[in-house]
């Protein structure tokens, strides 16, 4: 199967890291395709990043469909577009925060979501409220900006770590969520280090898609994502992209 993981900042060196990350999960029949998106913002950290991302989001996953991806993921932590992605394809779309807060809820009790700044951290308390998490999710900010993940001379991910023994010192967390696809090559290593469960959003999703490919499931057409996309909306997605 083909699924592609695609970065809805415009960051290539991160979709090179999430593309390496997501291949390394995957099973032996499973082809990885990585894109970063052409427009719009280098990092997303909340609301305002999210709605500039969305028009190259959409122009990758509705590209990639064509070319026979059978799912998609987004590697954004805030799901960014997920439901107008929904909409507009037909194959399964997975959001990182979504397919991580599921694995987590199959192996832990309770359990602690690490992102990067605050204003990333309000955006995802929401998401665990509408992923039915609230009561079972602590959401905490490192305050490490996106893009400083990539410098190992930032201390991004000292801070990282810090927030983490501070979870489970204080939250009592059984498991730690790594809330931001551009912290997913540290998953492995943070297990190791603190001897319990770290889910990786991106890892997650891609087994989660592989499963819904496999079982012959795809989005369902009904209800909310039952209307299809006006072909004027599709002719504008194109005249989004770069020339």
Same mark, same amino acid.
């Given at each position: 199967?083909?699924i592609?993981?695609?970065?809805?900042?415009?960051? =290539?060196?991160m979709?090179?890291?999430?593309?390496?990350?997501?291949?390394?999960?995957?099973?032996?029949?499973?082809?990885?395709?990585?894109?970063?998106?052409?427009?719009?913002?280098?990092?997303?950290?909340?609301?305002?990043?999210e *709605?500039?991302?969305l028009?190259?989001?959409?122009?990758? @996953?509705s590209?990639?469909? &064509?070319?026979?991806?059978?799912?998609?993921?987004?590697?954004?932590?805030?799901?960014?577009?997920l439901?107008?992605?929904?909409?507009?394809? +037909?194959?399964p779309?997975?959001?990182?925060?979504?397919?991580?807060?599921?694995? !987590?809820?199959?192996?832990?009790?309770?359990?602690?979501?690490? +992102?990067?700044?605050? $204003?990333?951290r309000?955006?995802?308390?929401?998401? #665990?409220? $509408?992923?039915?998490m =609230?009561?079972?999710?602590?959401? $905490?900010?490192?305050?490490?900006?996106?893009?400083?993940?990539e410098?190992?001379n930032?201390?991004?991910?000292d &801070?990282?770590?810090?927030e983490i023994?501070?979870a @489970? =010192?204080?939250?009592k967390?059984e498991?730690?969520?790594?809330?931001?696809?551009?912290?997913?090559?540290? #998953?492995q290593?943070?297990? &190791?280090?603190? #001897?319990?469960?770290?889910i990786?959003?991106?890892?997650?999703?891609?087994k989660?898609?592989? *499963?819904?490919?496999?079982?012959?499931?795809?989005?369902s057409? $009904?209800?909310?994502? *039952? +209307?299809?996309?006006?072909k004027?909306y599709?002719? !504008?997605?194109?005249?989004?992209?770069p020339?």
């Amino acid at each position: 199967m083909r699924i592609l993981v695609v970065n809805p900042n415009t960051t =290539a060196s991160m979709t090179a890291m999430i593309a390496k990350a997501a291949q390394a999960i995957a099973g032996a029949g499973t082809e990885i395709v990585a894109a970063t998106s052409g427009m719009g913002p280098a990092s997303i950290e909340g609301y305002y990043d999210e *709605a500039f991302a969305l028009p190259g989001l959409l122009l990758e @996953i509705s590209k990639a469909e &064509r070319a026979g991806a059978d799912a998609a993921v987004i590697a954004c932590f805030d799901d960014t577009g997920l439901d107008a992605a929904r909409a507009m394809a +037909t194959i399964p779309i997975l959001g990182i925060c979504e397919a991580a807060l599921s694995t !987590a809820s199959f192996i832990a009790k309770r359990f602690t979501v690490v +992102t990067t700044m605050e $204003r990333s951290r309000v955006p995802i308390e929401e998401l #665990a409220w $509408r992923y039915g998490m =609230a009561g079972r999710a602590r959401i $905490r900010a490192a305050d490490i900006p996106v893009l400083s993940l990539e410098d190992a001379n930032s201390g991004a991910r000292d &801070r990282l770590r810090s927030e983490i023994a501070l979870a @489970i =010192a204080e939250d009592k967390a059984e498991a730690i969520v790594l809330g931001c696809a551009g912290m997913a090559d540290l #998953a492995q290593t943070l297990q &190791r280090e603190f #001897a319990m469960p770290v889910i990786d959003g991106v890892g997650a999703a891609v087994k989660q898609a592989e *499963a819904l490919v496999s079982l012959g499931l795809t989005t369902s057409k $009904r209800g909310a994502y *039952a +209307t299809p996309v006006p072909k004027a909306y599709a002719g !504008a997605l194109a005249e989004f992209a770069p020339a």
